[in-house]
């Protein structure tokens, strides 16, 4: 089955450290992969879009990085601080067939102590 | 720029009741999308159009109708609500599918009791 996992429902670090969420997907070749942040009450907000021929890319602290191979997209957000605390959604295109298609993982909670 | 505008903000339905989510955008983008997002889930996608007058079904239709007669407007009707209709609900519109960010609605918040 077609399926989207996002490492861990939740995810506690210390403030300065660097968060890494993960993204897995099974039995999708995605032309493109987002990350949104979401915030209580609120709708998402995009962050990020790679391409699937693309490895890398950075915006500020956030890195996203893009393994086709692995079937996995990592995000990373440097030098975290209280106010990155929210829920993280990894998003695909499931491919090229449908590349207007969008569908989402459940999303990690991510919570930044001081 | 008022982006992706979604009423009513909350409803409560008795179950059997129908009604209509309305959504619509002012930035002139042919993607449109549906979602729901349950407590402390991701979202799941209900249906999508890629245009005036062409829509197709997401992971999560059954329930649910669509129609795009402009590109402004997408609205979402539910016929005869059940509890597990109870949800929140996310409009969402992008320039190009899924090579362009979305940029979402804040949401409807249905109860069916």
């Known amino acids: 089955s077609q399926k989207i996992e996002q490492n861990s429902e939740a995810l506690n670090i210390q403030e300065g450290k660097t968060a890494t969420l993960t993204c897995n997907y099974t039995n999708y070749s995605p032309a493109y992969l987002q990350w949104y942040r979401q915030d209580p009450g609120r709708g998402p907000v995009f962050l990020l879009l790679?391409?699937?021929?693309?490895k890398e890319k950075r915006k500020e602290r956030l890195k996203v990085t893009f393994d086709t191979t692995l079937k996995q997209s990592l995000f990373h957000i440097t030098a975290s601080q209280p106010a990155d605390s929210a829920t993280y959604l990894c998003a695909l295109a499931p491919g090229y067939s449908s590349a207007s298609k969008i569908i989402f993982g459940s999303g990690t909670r991510l919570s930044i102590r001081p | 720029n008022a982006g992706v505008t979604q009423t009513p903000k909350f409803r409560i339905l008795k179950i059997g009741q129908s009604m209509t989510l309305q959504c619509a955008q002012d930035m002139n983008h042919n993607y449109m999308y549906w979602y729901r997002q349950d407590p402390g889930m991701g979202l799941k996608l209900i249906y999508y159009s890629v245009g005036a007058g062409i829509t197709d079904k997401g992971e999560v239709p059954n329930g649910y109708n669509v129609s795009r007669s402009t590109t402004e407007d997408f609205p979402l009707r539910l016929e005869l609500a059940a509890p597990s209709q109870t949800s929140v609900y996310f409009c969402?519109?992008?320039?190009?599918?899924?090579?362009?960010?979305?940029?979402f609605g804040n949401g409807t918040r249905l109860t069916v009791t």
């Open positions: 969402a519109s992008s320039r190009t599918g899924g090579n362009s960010p979305l940029h």
């Open positions: 790679i391409r699937e021929n693309e």
